[in-house]
């Protein structure tokens, strides 16, 4: 688990060492911070609203949804007496709310499955989560990654991920599934810090850097 800063330094200087695209991104990326967010059923909730919308429009609408609610954690017992319509009016789709109710009447029926998952490896929290409704590869990985700490999560789907990816190592050329699979071999057992560096990356403004990763994968 990456639960210090210690951790998240060690998982860096092996990427360093490991990865010299990811070594150069370092250099001109702000240092990270662990980032620590709490396993619940409102985290769960906050990827469900996030979901195939931009990061600003999901705070929008999820701090809507807090502000509805005097801002209390958002539990199951809430969503379930609040009415469709009412939680409409937050900005979330007819289908997301959907998903919000089906997750509490889970959690109703589970009272137990936060904790679980925090005695889970990866692969099992990712089969838990996934059984769902409305929680699918990337809901999953997200989770496993900010929320339970697991420190070698690569987050399949990720637009923001693939992007950094395709620039880096395929020349803006999307990369195949074997050449993803070489770069998440070479990340392990650190993909989570990864996919971390490349998202800070990205929201950086991509800063330019001599990038040597197509070479390296372009026979992959």
């Not at 990827?47 to 990061?55: A, G, K, P, R, V």
């Not at 609408?61 to 509805?68: D, G, Y």
């Not at 693939?162 to 050449?179: D, I, P, R």
């Not at 990340?187 to 929201?203: F, M």
């Amino acid at each position: 688990m990456i639960k210090t800063q210690t951790d998240l330094c060690t998982a860096i200087k092996f990427l360093i060492k490991a990865d010299p695209v990811l070594s150069q991104i370092i250099q001109v990326t702000p240092n990270l911070k662990l980032c620590y967010r709490k396993p619940n059923f409102e985290g769960l909730i906050q990827i469900i609203i996030n979901q195939q919308i931009s990061n600003k429009a999901a705070q929008t609408i999820f701090q809507r949804l807090k502000t509805f609610y005097a801002n209390r954690e958002i539990t199951p017992v809430l969503i379930e007496n609040t009415s469709t319509d009412l939680i409409r009016s937050c900005g979330m789709s007819i289908s997301k709310i959907n998903f919000a109710k089906s997750l509490s009447q889970h959690f109703k029926t589970n009272p137990n499955f936060i904790e679980k998952l925090k005695k889970s490896d990866s692969e099992s929290v990712i089969t838990e989560l996934e059984k769902l409704k409305g929680i699918g590869n990337w809901s999953s990985r997200i989770f496993a990654l900010f929320y339970l700490q697991h420190p070698n999560i690569f987050v399949i789907g990720d637009a923001t991920i693939s992007k950094a990816m395709n620039k880096l190592y395929g020349k803006n050329h999307t990369l195949n599934e074997k050449q993803i699979s070489t770069l998440k071999k070479r990340w392990s057992p650190h993909n989570s810090t990864a996919c971390k560096i490349l998202w800070a990356w990205v929201d950086n403004g991509m800063a330019g850097i001599n990038s040597d990763g197509f070479s390296e994968l372009k026979n992959a």
